[in-house]
């Protein structure tokens, strides 16, 4: 009987584990995105839209995107989309246009005012041997209203 015992015993502990250490997945962190180069405050990693007057300009630069306007009812021209370059105060996008003409973008972060809206970033545009100059910030534009879409409203912050 006691061999039956013994051997009893030793058939339940081997159920017990493998002698391996097991871990304990529930509390490990999860991930946090890596943000995409700022500029002035704005990701440049989510639509940013530029616009100049005088004469009239848009551009709307976002991933993968970068379309052009020149005139209020035309319609975008899409450039070659490529990441900016950062260089201290500034991003540069050298680009083309589909005909390969020369294409630089180049925003500032430094504050600037169009209208009545102070946009966070300065833009300025050559495209050949012309230089247009403007105002950039986060947010998308509507092509088919001819304007910039409405930036979304921060929500309120919760009462504790």
Same mark, same amino acid.
Request: some cysteine; hydrophobic content about 40%; overall charge neutral.
């Given at each position: 009987? !006691?061999?039956?015992l013994t051997?009893?015993?030793a058939l339940? +502990?081997a159920g017990?584990?493998g002698? #391996? *250490?097991v871990a304990?997945n529930?509390a490990?962190?999860t =991930? &946090?995105p890596?943000p995409?180069?700022?500029l002035?405050?704005?990701d440049?990693?989510k639509?940013?839209?530029? &616009?100049?007057?005088?004469? @009239?300009?848009?551009i709307y630069?976002? $991933?993968g995107? /970068?379309?052009?306007?020149?005139?209020?009812a035309?319609? $975008?021209?899409?450039? @070659?989309?490529?990441? =900016?370059?950062?260089?201290?105060?500034?991003?540069r996008f #050298? &680009?083309?246009?589909?005909?390969? *003409?020369?294409?630089? /973008?180049t925003?500032?972060?430094?504050?600037?005012t169009?209208?009545?809206? &102070?946009?966070p +970033?300065?833009?300025?545009?050559?495209i050949? %041997? !012309?230089?247009l100059?403007?105002c950039?910030? $986060?947010?998308? @534009?509507?092509w088919a209203?001819?304007? =910039?879409? $409405?930036?979304?409203?921060? %929500?309120?912050a919760?009462?504790?």
């Amino acid at each position: 009987m !006691r061999p039956l015992l013994t051997m009893g015993l030793a058939l339940a +502990l081997a159920g017990c584990g493998g002698g #391996e *250490e097991v871990a304990n997945n529930s509390a490990a962190p999860t =991930p &946090t995105p890596t943000p995409g180069p700022m500029l002035g405050g704005v990701d440049l990693d989510k639509p940013i839209r530029a &616009t100049g007057s005088a004469p @009239y300009w848009a551009i709307y630069i976002a $991933p993968g995107t /970068i379309a052009f306007a020149d005139a209020p009812a035309a319609s $975008p021209t899409d450039f @070659y989309p490529i990441s =900016p370059k950062l260089e201290g105060d500034t991003a540069r996008f #050298e &680009t083309q246009t589909p005909d390969a *003409e020369a294409v630089t /973008i180049t925003l500032i972060a430094k504050a600037c005012t169009a209208g009545k809206e &102070t946009l966070p +970033l300065g833009a300025e545009v050559r495209i050949g %041997s !012309r230089t247009l100059k403007g105002c950039a910030g $986060p947010g998308a @534009y509507d092509w088919a209203a001819r304007k =910039p879409s $409405p930036s979304p409203t921060p %929500s309120p912050a919760k009462a504790k």
